[in-house]
């Protein structure tokens, strides 16, 4: 199911024998799944962030680099 295109299946459930309740189901499973791998990305960057922070905090000598991908870091993943 990962690589079908939910969106396209979801517009043509009135143009096969699909019943809108199997759309549905497989709808609300893909938002879970796409929830899911969202949470462990956000997991993955705070653990890197907060590392990053650890080492600048402890004096780790990085010619600023490390305050440049925290930068980045921060910058990528603001909440809009």
């Known amino acids: 199911m ?3 295109d939910i969106v396209a299946r ?3 459930v009135l143009h096969n024998d699909r019943s809108v309740e199997l759309m549905n ?3 609300a499973d893909e938002i879970e799944r796409l929830r899911a791998e969202r949470d462990e ?3 993955r960057t705070n653990s890197i962030l ?3 922070d650890c080492r600048i905090e402890h004096g780790a000598d990085s010619n600023g ?3 440049a ?3 980045l ?3 990528a993943t603001d909440e809009r």
């Open 2 to 4: 990962a690589g079908d």
């Open 10 to 12: 979801l517009r043509a």
């Open 25 to 27: 189901r497989e709808a």
């Open 41 to 43: 990305a956000r997991r």
């Open 50 to 52: 907060s590392e990053i």
């Open 65 to 67: 680099h490390l305050e």
């Open 69 to 71: 991908i925290r930068s």
């Open 73 to 75: 870091f921060k910058e």
